[in-house]
């Protein structure tokens, strides 16, 4: 099973930026698709950015051209570098990993870190 710890969340203030980082107990490579979800306070879970094993990308509506996903395999690391950064991006951020293992798919998160944008 994959254990993943995010860092990197804080106080920032509106406009400023913020870059989080998502560290895997082990070996990235085959994990098909990492992904950063984030939830405010009475609101529902909501993909922010996601990465296939191929580098192909995907974005919510709301962080297109401001959020960028990464991820560095020889680190075991995803990162979410977050700029421009705007009240609404309140949040617990937290990471996922969606992988095949032992002939069923399965899914990783990490505990969530918190990021608070001050207007």
């Known amino acids: 099973q994959v254990q993943l710890v995010e860092s990197g969340g804080g106080l920032v203030q509106a406009g400023g930026s913020l870059r989080l980082s998502c560290v895997a107990s082990?070996?990235?490579?085959?994990?098909?698709?990492m992904g950063w979800y984030r939830q405010a306070p009475g609101k529902q879970r909501e993909l922010v950015a996601s990465?296939?094993?191929?580098?192909?990308?995907n974005y919510g509506d709301s962080v297109k051209g401001r959020f960028t996903v990464s991820r560095d395999n020889t680190k075991n690391t995803m990162y979410l570098q977050m700029n421009s950064l705007k009240p609404e991006d309140t949040a617990v951020y937290c990471c996922?990993?969606?992988?095949?293992?032992?002939?069923?798919?399965?899914?990783?998160w990490g505990q969530g870190t918190q990021v608070t944008v001050s207007s």
């Open positions: 996922n990993a969606h992988y095949f293992w032992a002939a069923i798919w399965r899914d990783a």
């Open positions: 082990k070996s990235i490579v085959d994990i098909n698709v």
């Open positions: 990465i296939t094993s191929s580098g192909t990308t």
